[in-house]
Nanobody, 120 residues
Framework: QVQLVESGGGLVQPGGSLRLSCAAS????????TAWYRQAPGKQRELVAA???????NYADSVKGRFTISRDNAKNTVYLQMNSLKPEDTAVYYC??????????????WGQGTLVTVSS
């Protein structure tokens, strides 16, 4: 059974940094494209960043230059380093897998997510 567990969220001031982690069981991240999504209150879930099995990456325009996605294959864990955080980054962050960088559908059951709040 696939299980995704996100962690690392919290309250941070504008301009601050956080690193999110997502650990998986029942699925091997390295053979998929692994992605971070977020859902802000009252909004639809959106793709934030993705990393392919080969290491290619793409990012939403709103986070380019501020967020970095990475993966540790030995730990079967994906990370999202978030710098220069803005209030509009406030959301619940989720990880999931998809078939390719260009694919739109998530393949695994959603985890509980981790809440990031950017506020002074």
């Amino acid at each position: 059974q696939v299980q995704l567990v996100e962690s690392g969220g919290g309250l941070v001031q504008p301009g601050g940094s956080l690193r999110l982690s997502c650990a998986a069981s029942g699925i091997i991240f390295s053979i998929y494209t692994t992605a971070w999504y977020r859902q802000a209150p009252g909004k639809q879930r959106e793709l934030v960043a993705a990393i392919s099995s080969g290491g290619g990456r793409n990012y939403a325009d709103s986070v380019k230059g501020r967020f970095t996605i990475s993966r540790d294959n030995a730990k079967n864990t994906v990370y999202l380093q978030m710098n220069s955080l803005k209030p509009e980054d406030t959301a619940v962050y989720y990880c999931n897998v998809k078939s390719t960088l260009g694919a739109t559908g998530a393949l695994a059951p959603w985890g509980q997510g981790t809440l990031v709040t950017v506020s002074s």
